[in-house]
């Protein structure tokens, strides 16, 4: 009996994600909110032959604390998505505000949910919920998540590409770490389940690091003012779900990269620090999930000399988005 609700339920993202939520037999309950449509993309769901009782809710008269009462999973895609020319950092001004009066309903009305946040810039609107959870008496690190999920399905299917074989995209494991923007994107090639075939150029390596950190890039070009990736987004977006509540339900050993405060290992994240050469408050690193949230963050293990130097170069970024973050919350108090 699972209860996950989708803001921002009826954009690009949040109409084929609430279409993959309802897919999953695991969850019984879904609500949509969003500022528009809600009602619509709701009916429509509620055909589909599957358990969970699907609800649409707008605003006003309270209709985001309706969608949140008793919700154990919530999932954030609310907020403007880019076009061609701008940084996600370009968002930061329209979506920091959107997430943090989401952050709040949900801080009051389900303090104990999961909260799973894909608004971009994903580096820092991670802090501003955390900042709001703290301002509310009601911070929970092990419950807060930046969705770096695209990251990992883009660099699977990237590999399998390369290595010939599209079929084996499912099975193509490669941690993805750091954060969710440019340079701060960091695959671990060097990790991948599949390796990349003998003989494989530096050049052609640095082109496929290069081709996982700005994939967004790549999409946005191509939508030509239409937006940026929904569709890849909504699949990742539901594949992490599925793990939250695979985890949720019991089941031990659920691994998957994700933006976390590192406080939500129950030893800080010290060796994550150590590797990483800095006293980061956040980081996306492979996080295992238990019923209560994160269990443990594992630290990065062996990496290449070049993968080194990717850590290093996504601090100074990472560095700055954070404290935009927290910057933000500070300043609207
Ligand atoms: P979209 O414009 O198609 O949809 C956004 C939805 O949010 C709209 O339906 C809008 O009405 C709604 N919304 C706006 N303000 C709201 C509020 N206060 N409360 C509830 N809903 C609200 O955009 P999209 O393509 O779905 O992208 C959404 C966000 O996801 C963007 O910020 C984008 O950059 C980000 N994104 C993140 C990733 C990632 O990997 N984390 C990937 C793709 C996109
Ligand atoms: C992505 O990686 O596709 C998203 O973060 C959207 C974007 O702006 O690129």
Not at 7 to 31: F, V
Not at 64 to 89: E, H, N, S
Not at 208 to 214: A, G, H, K, S, Y
Request: charge should be neutral; hydrophobic fraction near 45%; charged fraction near 20%.
């Amino acid at each position: 009996m699972v209860k996950a609700v989708v803001l921002g339920a009826a954009g690009g993202i949040g109409q084929p994600l609430s279409l993959l939520l309802k897919c999953n037999p695991l969850i019984t309950e879904l609500s949509l909110y969003d500022i528009v449509n809600t009602p619509g993309v709701a009916a429509d769901l509620s055909h589909i032959a599957t358990p969970a009782k699907v609800a649409g809710f707008l605003p006003p008269d309270e209709g985001l604390a309706k969608a949140l009462t008793g919700a154990q999973v919530v999932i954030i895609p609310a907020g403007v998505p880019r076009k061609p020319g701008m940084t996600r950092d370009d968002l930061f001004k329209i979506n920091a505000g959107i997430v943090e009066g989401l952050a709040t309903g949900i801080a009051t009305t389900a303090p104990k949910a999961f909260v799973l946040v894909i608004s971009n810039p994903v580096n820092s609107t991670v802090p501003i919920v955390v900042e709001v959870f703290k301002k509310h008496n009601v911070f929970d690190p092990k419950r807060i998540f930046g969705v770096t999920t695209l990251d990992v399905v883009r660099a699977s299917t990237f590999v399998a590409e390369i290595v010939g074989d599209l079929s084996k995209a499912p099975d193509v494991v490669v941690p993805v770490v750091g954060g969710h923007s440019g340079v701060t994107i960091v695959p671990l090639l060097s990790q991948s389940s599949h390796p990349l075939p003998s003989g494989f150029s530096e050049e052609k390596l640095d082109a496929l690091v290069n081709r996982i950190q700005f994939g967004g890039d790549e999409v946005v070009k191509a939508k030509d003012g239409a937006g940026s990736a929904t569709l890849s987004m909504a699949y990742a977006g539901a594949e992490f779900a599925l793990k939250v509540v695979n985890a949720l339900e019991g089941q031990k050993g659920i691994i998957a990269p994700s933006f976390v405060h590192l406080s939500a290992d129950p030893a800080g994240g010290e060796a994550l620090k150590k590797e990483i050469g800095a006293d980061l408050e956040y980081f996306s690193a492979p996080v295992e999930l238990g019923p209560d949230g994160v269990v443990k963050i594992n630290p990065l293990g062996k990496i290449t000399d070049a993968e080194k130097k990717l850590v290093e170069a996504a601090v100074p970024d990472l560095t700055k988005n954070i404290q935009t973050g927290i910057a933000f919350t500070k300043k609207s108090n």
